[in-house]
């Protein structure tokens, strides 16, 4: 089975394809450079497999929560390819890969992605016996201030929001997480195990299906609000 799995949601690009049990992957953080190495990632990981597009099988994407312009990019180019190839897309939640990222010790995983404008998109996880995540909440988007940890007592913490906000984490969990790790982003390759999983269940839509999680409509802040947030 042939899978290639985008992910462009945060500051990093990435690509990765799963190909019999290989995985070969290319990541790069390169903030609005996206659309420049997206294509190029991709071939240069079917080239080294030895596999040509009209070999792949399926198409998984980080569906976001995370830049608009990331997560449009990588959902277009997926159902780009998909339609062309008259394949099935399996999107990922980008903080379930991100989440991927953090140890199988038991404890449940914080996957926080500095959102800007004062916000953290976030979403709570746990390792599955196989190594993989489930959700064990719902995902969402807000200041970092009003994060709810009264759930659990330890935790792990995985994402940008945690190299931002560390210290409001910190006050909010009463105390150190287990491991935290916060210059870390979603990966394709964390993408394409996910979504092998999925495939392999049968699990899959439509090209037109697949859509795009944002969590928030606001993009940018008033002149108002940013001279607040600069006199704040």
Known sequence: MNLLAIETSTECCSVALSCDGALYARSEIAPRRHAELLLPMCDEVLAQAGVSRRQLDVIA????????????????????????????????????ALAMQAPANGKPIFAVIDARMGEVYAGTFRKTAEGLVEPIGSESVGSAEFLDFSGAGEWNVVGTGWETYAAIIRNRMHGEPVWAKGLCYPQAACVARLAVQEHEAGIGLAPELALPVYLRDKVALTSTEQANARQG
């Open 61 to 96: 994407v980080g569906r976001g929560p995370g830049a608009f312009t990331g997560v449009r990019l990588a959902i277009s180019a997926a159902q780009g390819m998909a339609l062309a190839l008259d394949l099935p897309v399996i999107p990922v939640s980008s903080l379930a």
